[in-house]
């Protein structure tokens, strides 16, 4: 009898099985390639794994050639498992088994071969997490997966490439993702991937700012994921999530909260559900504690925020210990460092304001029996307090420009917060937090770069502030997405509106129409002209006015090379429209090259400029942009 026909008498009966239950390591070797075609290669790998040493070796290349004819998905995974979790199998194999998972990765016509590729991908990438490859093997396979790969594929891809972001924290896994947020199928699995990587940049961020930026940014994300897939819970309440840690920043209240706490506990129970359907793999395990820890720090920062609200606690011991667990979050997520900016500022304010509070944390550092780490927390609570207590704060009642820090900021010199309404200024202080948090919009996050750069030049100019600044920077914002966009969108997307990039030789006044147009539906608090006459005697390619502020767009169709060089022989005609009113203005060029590669990044497409022009001592400043035209498709570039 063949060894395939003992293996199938002994499964039909439920019999353990052995080399020698299969006629030996001989006939196993005799009956290779009928092995081969059956869907049992984890239960081969299984057989060769127990196998005694001697046996187990003669049947290496055996198993090799099995991993390389695999046809069934499953067994091909629970085979891969198998093979991770025996050291001795995966020293003797390993290397084999690389070069066979790099061949199945870049085989995905069918759907068969997408689940093979697939899992042959989470197989390099577990075995360079055991160290047995270079975790550029599996990145370079990450870095080299189209939009367009199958569904299955693209879905199991995105999973892995979050995961191996969060292992080796590479940015070419990210981009990855970004493109397969054009995936149909996978634009869920991509979002939500991208929607943790920022959270965790987010969290190990140092300034407020920073954290903020990416809080709102893993925040989009994870909207995204939701309304690609609405059965993404776990994507909800992240969301969720990340709405009580951001109220809690701005002093919302407890009540204030509450819905954002039901959505979290609604979405949080549909998740464990999903998990308890199916096992978790091995290497996804970690992430589903951070699930945990996650949204448990996000109800209790909804707790602690009634908490704080009281002057005293009843329970102080078990108060304290949500009110710590929210002070030094590091202790209650991993990588939380970042959450203490973000929490700590709300604790010690209340703190100081309430003398019952202090005296609870005193009395509980003088007789608390706390763990050492818990002891610790509260230690440096402590020294926190005394700190701004030497600083000059009175004791029992914060000062009021520290509780509102952003309304003290914006106030006129001299002014007092005290002098305001105390819910007044409240509610200005909440509006101001979710200004700043909502500032930043850009999910990209080489955009959020961009913007950031061009910001500090433009600080140069003495004009660049209060309300100027902010009106300037919505345009700017604009402009910078509308280049971004002009490089990625394809005739499907624009449709005629967006057939001048790709023709010979398109006029000027193409790009200033699908410019226009671009700015009238997306700055609605702002008017936008085009070819305004009498400005600096001559007449505007745009001309947008924000009240009595007004911001000029020269636009110019340019033959070779746009450069900084050769911007300069616009930049006069540019400047002199700022005359008469703010000196911040745009100079863009439609780029007509015939490019043999790609277009250059969006980095070297826009920049800052200053000009003071002769006679003059004040220096105008332009951010000159440019948009490529004559594009091509990535398959005709060389």
Known sequence: MSALFL???????????????????????????????????????????????????????????????ARDPQSFRDAIDLLIRDA?????????????????????????????????????FRLALEGDVSRH??????????????????????????????????DDVLTMLHRLLDNEEAEGEAAFELGLAYLARALEGGEMATILSGLD??????????????????????????????????????????????DLVTSARD???????????????????????????ARTAQRAADDLARP?????????????????????????????SVFRPRVEAVFLRERGLAGHLDDLLSEGKWPDEQRRIAQTLRARLDETYHAGANL??????????????????????????????????IGLENHVVQGHVLANPVLQRVLASLRGHLSQSTEYTGEIQRAFDAILQQILVFCSDRQNAGLRDLGSRGAYLRAHDPSEADLQS??????????????????????????????????????????????????????????????????????????GALELLDRAGPVPTIEECIWHDAYTPQGSTLPRHLIVFRVPGRLKSPSKLR
């Open 7 to 69: 293996l199938k008498e002994r499964l039909a009966n439920n019999q353990s099985i052995t080399i020698d239950d299969l006629g030996g390591v001989d006939g196993i070797l005799a009956d290779a390639d009928q092995l081969y075609d059956a869907p049992f290669l984890d239960i081969f790998a299984d057989v060769i794994s127990a196998a005694p040493p001697t046996d187990g070796a003669r049947l290496h290349d055996f198993l090799i050639g099995a991993f390389n004819a």
């Open 88 to 124: 001795t199998l995966r020293a003797a194999i390993a290397q084999a088994v690389v070069a066979i998972f790099t061949r199945q990765i870049r085989e995905h016509n069918t759907e068969r071969e997408a689940l093979i590729a697939a899992y042959a991908l989470e197989g390099l």
């Open 137 to 170: 093997r599996p990145l370079l396979e990450l870095a080299e997966v189209a939009s367009d790969a199958p569904g299955p594929f693209a879905q199991h891809v995105a999973k892995i490439g979050g995961a191996a972001f969060h292992v080796w924290r590479d």
């Open 217 to 262: 940014t893993a925040r989009q994300f994870f909207e995204r994921a939701s309304h690609a897939d609405f059965d993404r819970s776990d994507a909800r309440a992240y969301s969720a999530a990340i709405d009580l840690v951001l109220g809690f920043a701005a002093n919302q209240s407890a009540a204030d909260m509450q819905q954002t706490m039901s």
């Open 271 to 297: 998740h464990a559900e999903v998990r308890r359907a199916g096992r978790v793999a091995a290497w996804l395990a970690p992430r589903q504690d951070v699930d945990l820890e996650w949204f448990e720090l």
């Open 312 to 340: 005293s606690w009843i329970n102080a011991v078990t108060t304290m210990d949500r009110i710590l667990a929210i002070y030094d979050a590091s202790c209650t997520i991993a990588h939380g460092e970042g959450l203490q």
């Open 396 to 429: 029992g009642k914060i000062r009021e420009d520290e509780q509102y820090p952003l309304l003290a900021r914006i106030l006129p010199k001299g002014t007092m917060i005290e002098q305001l309404p105390s819910e007044m200024a409240r509610s200005l202080e």
């Open 514 to 587: 699908d410019l226009r147009d671009f700015l009238r539906g997306n700055l609605v608090s702002a008017e936008v002209l085009s070819e305004v006459s009498g400005i600096a005697t001559g007449r505007t390619d745009l001309y947008i006015t924000h009240g009595g502020l007004a911001f000029v767009i020269e636009l110019k169709k340019h033959e070779g090379t746009f450069s900084r060089l050769s911007a300069g022989r616009y930049a006069a005609q540019a400047i002199s429209y700022q005359a008469t009113n703010v000196r911040l203005g745009f100079l």
